[in-house]
Every structure is written in C-alpha cells, then in structure tokens.
C-alpha cells in the first residue's frame, strides 16, 4: 500500500469518563431532600433498624394516645377519671428500589474499557438512578402523606380542595413568616424542617438576602427554617413548600441479614451476597452477583463468554411522626398564590 495507509493513525482515543470531562454525561440532582430525610434517621427510627430480622417481617410503631379532657374547677374526695391511657400502632411499609446491570469479560478484552472501568461505570451510572427514583418517591410521599387536616391561622388551611396553607399575593413578602405561624398554630415549635420548589427557594434566597440597609428588611422572617431546594419537586406559578418539625420526618435503609453477612461468590450456584456502601449518602445496598457463560458475539464479545450480572437493591422507608388522628400527619403543604 503507497503512502503509509497500512500505518495510518485512525483515532486518536482519550478515555475522558473520570475527572471534570465525564461530569457531563454522568450529571444527576443534588437529592436535598434525600439528604435532609437521612439527617433524620437516628431521630425517627431509633432501633427500629436492629429489630427488624426479615424482609417478610412486618414491622409497627407503637405509642400512647393524646386525650384531651377539660380541666375540672375544684378537687374531690373521690377522684373520678374516666379513662385509662390508650395507645395505637402505626405499619412502618419498606420499598424497594433496584438496578441491574452486567459485565462481559470478552468484551472487555476487545474494548478500549477495562472490565474494571466498565464496572465503576455500571456502578455509579446504577447509584445515579436508584437516587434518582428514591427522590421520586420520596417527593411523591411528602405530597401523598401531607396532613388533610389544619388549623387556620396567617394563612388559611384548605381542607376541602387542596389540603394546604394557601399564602395570598398580597402577603407574599411574609410567606416563610406566616409558615411558622402557621406551624406554631398547629402546636410544632421552630425548629422547622422546610422543602421548596425552585421557585420557592428563589424567594426564600430573596427574603434571607434583605438587611437592615433595605427599605424593608425581611430577614427576621428567615431564623427558625431549615431549607432545603429540591429540584424534582415541579415548580408551581408562584412557589410550593412541605414543612414539619425539625426531625419529624426521616428515611432509612435496612439489609437483609445474608447481605450483612456476606455469602457465596459470584460463580457459585447461589452467587455472592454481600453490600455496597456509596459515601455520598452512606447508604448501604444489598448486592448480588452471579457468574455465568454466554454468547456476547453480538455485543462486542465473543460465542463463549464469562458475563458477571450485578443487582444492586435499596431498601428503604421514609416515615414522619405518627398522629392518631385520622388523616392528620407533622407535614404541612403551602402553596404561594400567584393572584
């Protein structure tokens, strides 16, 4: 062949996938909320962790009821209380959430990627979607599980339509002010835990920036809020926030004890079962892995082939303090209007 073609460079390849270049491609939400619940872990869940043993297990919290009776007016030579303490279990429900994935070795062998490199690819892209989806259904849960039962105060609690504080347009200045009027109206005391739409927290950010060199200085409305922005929360017109009770509402995670454990490896007829820790959040997934031969010649591999198939699995609850009373709960809606 003339003119060195035999030779010719073809592709120059830089592996860009670590480092600031692969940022990009890999790019997921920061996960407030996420981050905001499992800060409230140890608070709401205590031991429930230890206790539970299965995965089949049903699991409870039991408390003692709150009775109001009316104070008597004068004391008496026979006492007569007319009740005994009561008390109520709440069902705390797990979920799952998983991800599979595999390895080919064959195809590692003939890829620019070394199996090492397509595994930590496998990993953290399967890491950014089971976050992804556990935001989802964390944001989902608030919504779901806000109470439907209010007492009016600044703003006005709408039991019939939305089941939310509605702040007015004219008093928008003092939404996050009215918020903690509001909670405090419903008997929670600051601190508070608040999650916003973007569009909330642009006003919060607003509002917390206000000094005493402002022509109206709202900073005092800010103290007492522990906000957080999440963006998987869909902006509304004017601004949407959930808020309870510093430390009310949490989420953990739980691993079956033969993960904890650890069992088997990956080309035994049971596989592997241990777990896998990601630091970002500590939580910990049960992990399995499987080893077996296939034909990969249609992928970038080769007639016989050792694939290792990986599942990474999230168990996890996301619970608030319990109420007794029907359809009330710690967690609050509020909703700016934008007319």
Known sequence: MANLTATQLLKAIAKAQSGIMGEAEMRTYEHSLIGRLLSNQNDVFRNLDSLKKSDEQPTTAILFNRNYEASGTAKSAAHGATAFADSFEKTVTYIKRVQEFKVSYKQADNNQFSYEEILQHNIKNAVINLYEDISAYAVAWLDTN?????????MLFDDVTNDRFDNLLADKDNFFEYLKSS??????????????DQVNAAEFRRIAAQGAGNSTNLA????????????????????????????MVGMTSWNEPLNRRGMGNPDANEGMFTTFNYPIFNLTHDLHVQRSIADTSGAGGNVQDVVDE???????????????????????KFSQNAS
């Open 146 to 154: 806000r109470s439907q039962v209010g007492v009016d105060s600044l």
């Open 183 to 196: 909670m405090r109206k419903n008997k929670y005391r600051p601190m508070y835990d608040v999650v916003g």
């Open 220 to 247: 005092y409305t800010i103290p007492g809020i522990g906000y957080v922005e999440e963006e998987q929360i869909a902006n509304s017109a004017a601004g949407l926030a959930y808020a309870w009770g510093a430390g």
């Open 310 to 332: 990986y599942e990474l699995t999230t168990i996890f609850t996301v619970q608030g303090a319990f109420e007794s009373t029907a359809n009330a709960t710690p967690i609050f």
